[in-house]
């Protein structure tokens, strides 16, 4: 009997199911994430009396309360207490830890993919929705909550209902100034905060094939915004080639081997989706949110928010901003550049390339995704390049995208934003989010507003 | 975790759409530990201002107080994992969320915590909403039993859910120890998986501060 035609999903998923009870499967774990974020799991496996499973699968690394600037631990100690708590966390339980200190420590998404401990076809978990980020690789990443954590740790496995499955066909080429960031803003406003809810994304076509590994994560980042668990790209040359040249990635015969499996994962032909978009790359334009959700953007030289309802207006009433207004011009008190949507090496080039020779307009915070990064960019003198334009260089870490490290947006202030969330109060209590690619980004920063970064107008 | 079966009371209404994670419990709160009860953080930006002094358009009043179920818009818990969302709703007595669409991950934390997700379609959505904006402290029944919403003595709605989350919370099951059946084919899973992958393990790393 000849098998189905499957998708990349399907055969990831069926490689990993160990049981099935109705609707739900129980999958085994090949790699887990935890945060500071994570104490109420280890709470949880500490009373539920099991040891951890798998210590060698699970990795403690510190990002969401590091402090853009260290010397600030001090004067915050639940802040400090935090990362205090994962670091106890993970000693007791003998887990590999990235601290404070740590050359390889970053936030979850960029750091583990840079150090090669994403690998395609694993299944991918972590307390923090934007796991999606790993799907670049071709492996299935899923963010989920605490007591799913707890439940990885004790086993090593987890519950889960199948999601549907959705294909994102991307046709064409990006156009030059127009990135990843873009194209992923233009897809959830196409389809809408939830129109992947309950679906695995696989998104597909000579436009995706054409993104760096670096753009793929970015898209795949910003999935959990269409409301899907998991988004992904099939593994090709580009995630091969890419994967080669991480530390603890497998060598030799082990790699030879694995290279092999992870070619097979791709989408036979013939294989159904629950669920099909195609969308043409040459329509997507540089796009700005204006509103408090991802969903509510435009591109830069387009009024926003014409249609009256009462979403748009309270949208609208929180941003201070009234319908129909052009994006373009739109004055900002300040500027952040990072996020694991935004943060890695290609980003902080780009936004150097526009901040080279210049100087800020407003306050501006750069926030490289990780130590290796951070690094990188000193190296080949792009810190200096930020240094000079007069725009602050931070620690690595989540910094001003979630605002609990203390690096946040005052109330009421407007700030120009390469991170995935423009919720009310994300970036601190009454602060208004723009998000926008790091380019964009910069030259609102020289500009003290939104330009085109295109004309530069 | 404490079973759902039959819950009774008057619904609280938060209808805007896209309620997300981050507004149900602002990220400056996460680092609360539990104990406290986490209903002081729920929706807290929306019910207090900046000086922490009540709203007076806050979505929650004196008068939802006993509320046990919610009628929510669209969307309701997307964006963050954070499962403080659901602990900040089940801590406030909250048993039951209704709403068009709730987002996947808080789907799935709610049912490991005793809060039951239902999905509607939108016109027995909008009847719903209608009844308890004209009759805000008549109380409505779920019954996870009968797979029911009534109210009244004469109006009844079906609603559907799969048969692993109504188990889950009709026993409050605890995923960990129930798991623990499972330890035979875990293992023997683990031990054909990891011979036939052994690239899947990283190579051991430093614990450094
Ligand atoms: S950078 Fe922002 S979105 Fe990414 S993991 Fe950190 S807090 Fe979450």
């Known amino acids: 009997m000849t098998q189905p035609p499957l998708t990349l999903f399907e055969k990831i998923w069926q490689q990993h199911r160990i049981a099935s009870t109705g609707e739900f499967d129980l999958l085994w774990v090949d790699r887990h994430f935890v945060h500071e974020g994570s104490f109420h799991a280890f709470d949880k496996l500490d009373s539920s009396g099991r040891p951890l499973a798998y210590p060698e699968l699970t990795f403690g690394i510190a990002d969401h309360y590091v402090p853009s600037n260290l010397a600030r631990l001090d004067d915050d100690p639940e802040v400090a207490g935090m990362i ?108 809408g905060t939830g129109g992947a809810t309950g679906h695995a994304v696989e998104y597909t076509g000579p436009a995706v094939a054409n993104l760096s590994m670096d753009a793929r994560m970015t898209l795949c980042n910003m999935t959990i915004e269409a409301g899907a668990r998991v988004g992904m790209v099939a593994p090709d040359d580009t995630t091969l080639s890419w994967l080669r040249d991480t530390p603890r990635a497998p060598t030799g015969e082990a790699l030879e081997q694995a290279e092999r499996h992870w070619l097979s994962l791709y989408s036979d032909p013939g294989a159904a989706y629950d669920k099909s978009v195609t969308l043409d790359a040459n329509d997507v334009a540089p796009r700005v949110t204006w509103g408090t959700s991802p969903e509510q953007s435009v591109a830069v030289d387009e009024p926003f928010a014409t249609v009256d309802s009462e979403a748009t207006h309270s949208s609208l009433e929180y ?5 129909g207004q052009p994006i373009l011009g739109l004055e900002v008190d300040q500027v952040f550049i990072g996020s694991c949507t935004n943060s890695r090496l290609s980003d902080l080039r780009d936004a150097a390339s526009v901040l080279q020779g210049g100087t800020v307009k407003v306050p501006t915070l750069i926030v490289a995704g990780s130590n290796r990064v951070k690094a990188q960019a000193e190296a080949e003198g792009l810190a200096e390049i930020f240094r000079q334009a007069g725009a602050s260089w931070g620690e690595s870490g989540c910094s001003m995208c979630v605002a609990m490290n203390g690096d946040s947006v005052a109330p009421g202030q407007r700030c120009a934003s ?21 380019a964009m980004a910069a030259a609102a920063a020289l500009n003290g507003k939104i330009v085109d970064i295109r004309t530069g107008g | 975790m404490k079973p759902v079966t039959q819950v009774a009371s008057p619904a609280l209404l938060l209808l805007d759409a896209n309620i997300d994670t981050d507004q149900i419990i602002p990220a400056r709160f996460l680092r609360k530990p539990r104990s406290d009860g986490y209903h002081h953080y729920l929706l807290y930006d929306a019910r207090y201002d900046m000086q922490g002094r009540p709203r007076c358009d806050s979505p929650i009043t004196e008068a939802d107080s006993g509320a046990k179920i919610v009628l929510a818009g669209h969307n309701i818990g997307c964006g963050s994992s954070r499962e403080g969302a659901v602990y900040a709703f089940v801590d406030h007595g909250i048993q039951v969320i209704i709403s068009t669409k709730i987002a996947d991950i808080f789907r799935n934390n709610a049912i490991r915590n005793g809060l039951l997700p239902i999905m509607l379609d939108q016109a027995p959505f909008d009847e719903l909403v209608a009844y308890c904006q004209a009759q805000p402290q008549a109380p409505l029944t779920v019954d996870l039993e009968a797979c029911e919403i009534r109210w009244e003595n004469d109006h009844c709605l079906a609603f559907e859910i799969d048969d692993g989350s109504r188990e889950r919370l009709l026993k409050g099951i605890d995923d960990i120890q129930a798991t623990l059946a499972w330890d035979t084919q875990i293992n023997d899973f683990a031990d054909r998986y990891l011979a036939d992958r052994p690239w899947v393990v990283p190579a051991t790393g430093r614990h450094c501060r």
């Open chain 1, 418 to 438: 390469t991170s995935n969330r423009n919720f009310p109060g994300r970036q601190g209590p009454g602060a208004r989010t723009h998000l926008m690619s790091p």
């Open chain 1, 84 to 191: 205090r708590l994962l670091e106890d966390n993970t000693a007791k339980h003998q887990l590999t830890y990235l601290g404070l200190g740590h050359t390889d420590r970053g936030i979850v998404h960029v750091a583990a993919p840079e150090l090669g401990l994403t690998l395609p076809g694993l299944i991918i978990v972590c307390g923090d929705s934007h796991t999606t980020t790993h799907g670049a690789f071709g492996a299935l990443a899923m963010g989920i909550g605490a007591t799913e954590v707890a439940h990885v740790l004790a086993t090593q496995t987890l519950w889960q209902r199948r999601p549907k499955t959705m294909r994102i066909h991307v046709s064409g080429q990006l156009a030059h100034g127009v990135t990843a960031k873009d194209l992923a803003l233009h897809i959830i406003h196409q389809i």
């Open chain 1, 319 to 323: 941003m201070g901003l009234n319908a």
